[in-house]
């Protein structure tokens, strides 16, 4: 992402905490699963060519699933546990064909929570998961959603993913990772974007897939149901304005326009 990309991420990640009643303001940790919906910027994100050309690169054709933002304050105990995403993820997907960026809004190290993955891991198949909730705000250690230990891994082998803001990094859902908390004063944002195939039974009407799928690259095939991407309007105060939203428009525009009623999500 180019600097000013960074930026407005920041911008619009700050005035979403402050302004959806949804949010923590205190202690903001997964903001969401429809922002990209709501926020025309979100959208021309999920939907950038230098994205999709890499997602290209794992999927065939490309459908935006869901996205979300990932916070951690200054001095914040959030910590998201261990986890492979696909063990939340088998009963509704299928196949399981999703690809996560991770975009970084800032610098991310150790000290602050970066993400952190078990090498090989994706290789090993599912581990039995507590799926009470993936995130923790406490400073307990037994919480954990998998036992690492019990499942022959050691913590210690784990790869600490710094990146430097603008930079995304790309898991699948069967690796294991985590972040810890953030113990410096700097902030920790990122937004976590999921890509899935036009094949996956998600995105049958009345689905939940379909909650945010927008589609990015590809035919629709029957019977599968997409929603339009937002349009940017200078007019609605709503809308965070943005940088190169008349360029994102006429795409928006014309990926709509793709679309046929019958492939149009009923909202
Ligand atoms: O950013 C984080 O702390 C967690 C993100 C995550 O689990 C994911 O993107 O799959």
Redesign the pocket.
Known sequence: MDKQTVEEGRQLAERIRKHNHEVDLENPNSIGDAQAVRHPFLADLVSDERILELVGAILDDIVHLQSTY?IKKPQSDNR?LW?Q?GAYWTQFINPLQVI?V?AAFDRTTPEN?C?KFIPGSHKEGYLEHDISG?VSDGDKDDDEEVNLEEAGYDESDAVDIELKPGDISI?RPSIL?A?YRNTTDRWRR?Y?IRYTSTSVNMLRPGQEGQKGAFLLRGEPSDPQQYRKLPLYDPDDDSQMHFTGWEAYNERARTLNDSLSPDNLMDV
């Open positions: 990932f998201t986890h995403d996560s991770w929570g993400m993936v898991h990772h972040s990122a976590a």
